[in-house]
């Protein structure tokens, strides 16, 4: 599985990244209350719904986009709060 590190230090799947900064490179955006994540399109649009893929995708993510989204990077790396890291580094698995 190849993984990305974000800023900081948080470790996730890179199917998980991808689909984030797809659906935010969309106008969805990511919040989370709780154990509940929520999407919402960044433009306040209401006619918009995800398609089946990506809510199946949202689905089998869902923990990891809420660790992501929940992040908070250790003295400030990345300031800025969005499931998308600054750099993309792929790794692979051990197994």
């Known amino acids: ?4 590190d974000l800023a900081g230090g948080l470790v996730l ?6 689909l984030a900064w797809r659906l935010e490179s969309d106008g969805w955006e990511f919040s989370v209350d709780g154990e509940t994540l929520r999407l919402r399109r ?5 006619d918009c719904v995800l398609s089946d893929s990506d809510r199946e995708g949202v689905k089998q993510w869902k923990k ?3 660790a992501a989204v929940s992040y908070t990077p250790p003295n400030g790396v990345g300031a800025k709060r969005t499931v998308s890291p600054p750099k993309r580094r792929a790794k ?3 197994h």
Do not use: F, N, Y
């Open 92 to 94: 692979q698995a051990k």
């Open 64 to 66: 990891h986009l809420i």
């Open 42 to 46: 960044s433009d306040g649009r209401q």
């Open 13 to 18: 799947p890179l199917e998980a990244c991808q």
């Open 1 to 4: 599985m190849d993984l990305v």
